[in-house]
C-alpha cells in the first residue's frame, strides 16, 4: 500500500510524460517504464543513502547540482538525435 500510494505513482506519471515526450520526438524511449526508474534513480542516488543513515539533510546549492548532473545524464542517454537542416 505505501509503495503504491507513493514512489510507484511517481513513477507512473513520470513514465507518462516520458512516453508523451517520446511520442513528440522530443526522447528515444524504447521502455518509458525502465527510463522513468533510471531518471528517479539518478535524482535520489547515494544521496537517500546517506540522509537515512547520516540524516544529513543536502544543502540547496548541493540539491540543485544533483538534479542538473542527473539530468544531463539522463539526457545523453535518453534525448532524440538532433536533426541537421543545414545543407
Same mark, same amino acid.
Given at each position: 500500500p505505501l509503495l503504491s500510494?507513493? /514512489?510507484q505513482k511517481l513513477t507512473e506519471t513520470l513514465q507518462h510524460y516520458l512516453e =508523451? %515526450?517520446?511520442?513528440?520526438g522530443r526522447l *528515444?524511449? $524504447?521502455n518509458s !517504464? !525502465?527510463?522513468a526508474?533510471? !531518471?528517479l534513480g539518478l535524482l535520489a542516488g547515494m544521496d537517500f543513502l546517506a540522509i537515512v543513515i547520516s540524516q544529513m539533510v /543536502? =544543502? %540547496?546549492a548541493e540539491i $540543485? $547540482? *544533483?538534479v542538473t548532473s542527473s539530468v544531463d545524464v539522463f539526457l545523453k =542517454?535518453?534525448?532524440a538525435e538532433e536533426s541537421s537542416d543545414e545543407d
Open positions: 500510494a507513493g /514512489p =508523451s %515526450e517520446t511520442k513528440a *528515444r524511449c $524504447k !517504464l !525502465l527510463a526508474q533510471h !531518471l /543536502p =544543502s %540547496e $540543485k $547540482k *544533483r =542517454s535518453y534525448a
